[in-house]
């Protein structure tokens, strides 16, 4: 137990002092809050417009309050968590540079307890991520609320997308960290998961296989968050529990696989 914390440690000190994932990080949080602040000014006009019901008339039709306020903190998330299979590659490409990798094994030799370390060491700072989105959230959230339901933030469905949001920013990040350790090259990560992110958002799957693409990683986050969106402009391809089932699996299947191919690997 000691030596996976050591190993954790290492991984997590090894990636934050490194340029490229905090600015990758900072970008990533802007997008956020942009996002968040737009829903914010949204969320005003619909308590100032808000009915006994709890519903109100917006442009996008009769809506109901609390429900779209919930369901914003997906929306912005998923909109800024475009990149954080992009973030997991640049945290586990520079394993791969000058020989980085040799030099990690020679500190940590047992493979499977390093792999391990760094795969839960990128967990623990997507959760972190995930944590100060929803914080941010919550905050923009009860500002424009707390004069007509103070207490919105404290219920059960609020509490459960704080949830979906970090097991999707956790596993999508995981994916892409993966897949790197894979290729070996954060490039070839950042490529797959671009691909991976055409894929859903051309809508080429879905229209030719919709339960296919139910199994895509970003169609699966969108399963997950978007249930209760007022508009989709495309139609879902599954139920959030099966986005949540899809997503873990892209992460437990990448990260197993990442675990055999380094093990098997030269250290170079």
């Known amino acids: 137990m000691t030596a996976m914390l050591s190993t954790i440690r290492s991984e997590t000190t090894k990636f934050v002092t490194l340029p490229g994932v905090w600015i990758v990080t900072a970008v990533i949080v802007v997008l956020f809050l942009y996002m968040q602040h737009s829903l914010y000014v949204d969320h005003v006009s ?92 919550l905050v923009l959230i009860y500002l424009s609320s707390k004069d007509w339901d103070p207490d919105l933030l404290w219920t059960t469905p609020m509490l459960q997308e704080a949830g979906r949001v970090i097991l999707f920013v956790v596993t999508i990040t995981l994916t892409g960290a993966a897949i790197t350790l894979i290729a070996r090259r954060a490039l070839t990560g950042i490529i797959v998961s671009v691909a991976l992110l055409t894929l859903t958002f051309s809508q080429v799957v879905a229209m030719i296989a919709p339960i296919v693409d139910a199994f895509l990683p ?51």
């Open 218 to 268: 970003f169609s699966a986050a969108r399963n997950l968050l978007f249930q209760d969106a007022a508009i989709v402009p495309v139609p879902l391809s599954g139920t959030a529990l099966q986005g949540a089932l899809v997503l873990t699996a892209w992460a437990v299947i990448a990260s197993t696989c990442a675990l055999i191919a380094i093990g098997r690997r030269d250290a170079r």
């Open 46 to 137: 619909m308590v100032e417009n808000v009915q006994p019901d709890g519903t109100a008339k917006t442009f996008l039709g009769t809506v109901h309050v609390a429900t779209q306020m919930r369901g914003s903190i997906g929306t912005a998330v998923v909109n800024a968590g475009l990149l954080l299979p992009v973030l997991g590659a640049i945290i586990a490409g520079t394993e791969f540079k000058t020989g980085q990798l040799g030099l990690s094994l020679v500190a940590v030799p047992n493979r499977a307890r390093f792999v391990i370390g760094k795969v839960l060491a990128i967990a623990f700072y997507a959760a972190g991520l995930a944590l100060v989105f929803i914080v941010i959230a």
